[in-house]
């Protein structure tokens, strides 16, 4: 069964804790926290996301699942952890070298949090291969990084389904999370190719039934 994270990114502020409690009882398993530093991608949404994270943290237990779209990503590993996340995902392409991946994945992990990497869709699978056996799980995003309610970018799925059979292949434990674009009807192409968990921001939170809308993504 595929798990479902909704990205914060474009909830309406006005009434931001009737919504999240919405989100919640619609049967999201995560919530998906889009931080942005306004370099690494132009929009910035740190303010934003710091906030729902201080009201997630008094209203709910479901885990936060961090997206780090920063160049600095020690410092934003350091702002999020404050918010105990079930997971921690930066950019491949924020890092200079292999040295600096290996030192965050340490430092992620030293702070008993799971450890995602995320490539751009532009980015190569190779590039990730040799981090696997050390990571929970991988972000393919299905969208260029920066805001929400974009096209899913189609050539980005055969991208999840070679990774899912090089992660069966090679018997590593590490989930597939898809992230961008995702709608009811294009979700069924993504968990085909392999994705155990998908996001999906303007899908959920542009609907008329949260609960119908998360039913149906995870059909
Ligand atoms: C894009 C974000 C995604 C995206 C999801 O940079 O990482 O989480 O906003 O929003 P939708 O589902 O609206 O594309
Ligand atoms: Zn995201």
Redesign the pocket.
């Known amino acids: 069964m595929v798990e479902i994270g909704v990205?914060l990114?474009?909830m309406k502020n006005e009434n931001a804790i009737q919504t999240l409690y919405n989100l919640e009882t619609a049967g999201i398993e995560y919530f998906?926290i889009?931080v942005?530093d306004g370099k690494f991608?132009t929009n910035n949404t740190v303010d934003q996301m710091l906030e729902y994270c201080e009201y997630l943290s008094s209203i709910t237990n479901l885990p936060l699942d961090v997206?780090l779209?920063v160049e600095d990503v020690k410092t934003y590993i350091d702002s999020f952890l404050v918010f105990e996340p079930n997971i921690i995902t930066f950019h491949l392409e924020a890092a200079q070298n292999k040295e600096e991946v290996l030192e965050w994945i340490k430092y992620i992990k030293e702070n008993n949090v799971r450890v995602g990497i995320s490539i751009k869709p532009t980015t190569k699978l190779e590039e990730i291969y040799e981090y696997l056996p050390l990571i929970h799980e991988v972000l393919i995003?299905t969208?260029?990084?920066?805001?929400?309610?974009?096209a899913?970018i189609r050539e980005t799925v055969s991208k999840i389904e070679i990774l899912s059979n090089y992660v069966k292949e090679k018997k590593l434990e590490v989930d597939i999370e898809a992230?961008?674009?995702?709608?009811v009807e294009n979700a069924s192409l993504l968990k085909k190719a392999g994705a155990n968990i998908i996001?999906?921001?303007?899908?959920?939170?542009d609907s008329e039934n949260f609960k119908e809308t998360v039913e149906k993504l995870k059909k």
């Open positions: 990205s990114l474009n998906h889009d942005m991608v997206h779209m995003m969208v260029e990084p920066g805001k929400g309610g974009q899913l992230d961008g674009g995702i709608k996001v999906a921001g303007t899908a959920i939170l």
